[in-house]
């Protein structure tokens, strides 16, 4: 009966607990009671610490100064015990049999992520990635949103060796952007962090939306019907025959003109924008 009870017994029963605890974790103030072993398996950082020449690798204690969010390291070390890193507790007490919440706060997962970076957590930075691209879905009309934005991918940023999370939010912004330049807080944003750019992007983009669509025609052939507009033989055509156009007249290079001054002349092309299909 004994040998039942301890082999489902799991990292996430020891966590903060006395029972066979060898290490006390301090960070901003606060303080948790862990084990090497358990800490070593997840984190790089923790693994080279305990192992290390160093004297905290015999101390009972290790200090992570105040430079992290508490709440993020709290978090990263509910991962390492096999607990949702996203949950919280709902009344303000350190007591972790208390009611818990998800949190969806972003700019939470992102000193999550920091922190799991810093520390080497390999495995929390996917699902923080993961989560971070759902919340998007779901938050970036909020004011809230521009705000993470800026702390996660503006040159004010911080260096983060695993660029996932920055490669994420950079996609969702790029998908949505047409979206995205209509809020005046992502706006004020990429103005506030590169003015000049900001404003070239928001004034291309918002000149772009406010333009009535351009309509494209097929005719009743089947072979027409059945392309799509992000079909490949329909671009690779719009392609070629945009190579040998001009978009505005018609015209075709080689073709003999008189310009301004009444000189005759040969049309010839020259690149200017890109299509490639509408989003």
């Not at 989560?131 to 004011?143: A, H, N, R």
């Not at 671009?235 to 008189?258: F, I, Q, W």
Request: charged share 25%.
């Amino acid at each position: 009966m004994a040998t039942n009870t301890i082999s489902i017994r799991s990292d996430r029963s020891f966590f903060d607990t006395e029972a066979l605890s060898d290490v006390k974790v301090k960070f901003g103030g606060q303080q948790l009671l862990c084990h090497k072993t358990v800490l070593a398996r997840k984190s790089e950082y923790f693994y080279r610490a305990f192992t290390g020449q160093f004297p905290v690798a015999s101390s009972n204690e290790i200090d992570l100064g105040d430079d992290d969010d508490p709440e993020a390291v709290r978090a990263m070390i509910r991962h390492i015990y096999d607990l949702p890193y996203d949950q919280m507790l709902e009344a303000n007490t350190f007591d972790d049999t208390a009611a818990y919440s998800t949190n969806e706060d972003l700019l939470f997962h992102i000193a999550v992520f920091t922190a799991a970076d810093k520390y080497d957590v390999s495995t929390l930075r996917p699902l923080v990635v993961k989560k971070f691209e759902d919340l998007m879905e779901t938050t970036w009309e909020g004011d809230q949103f521009a705000t993470a934005i800026q702390k996660l991918t503006g040159p004010s940023a911080g260096h983060l060796a695993d660029n996932t999370l920055q490669a994420a939010a950079a996609a969702f912004c790029a998908k949505n952007l047409t979206k995205l330049i209509k809020k005046e807080t992502f706006v004020k944003m990429i103005q506030d962090e590169e003015p000049f750019s900001g404003r070239l992007l928001t004034g291309f983009v918002t000149g772009i939306s406010a333009l009535p669509p351009v309509p494209f025609f097929r005719c009743q052939q089947s072979k027409c019907k059945e392309l799509g507009e992000r079909n490949p033989a329909f671009l690779s055509g719009v392609r070629e025959y945009a190579r040998k156009h001009c978009m505005h007249c018609d015209c075709t290079t080689n073709t003999p003109y008189y310009d301004d001054n009444g000189m005759y002349e040969h049309i010839s092309l020259t690149p200017w924008t890109e299509f490639s299909g509408s989003q």
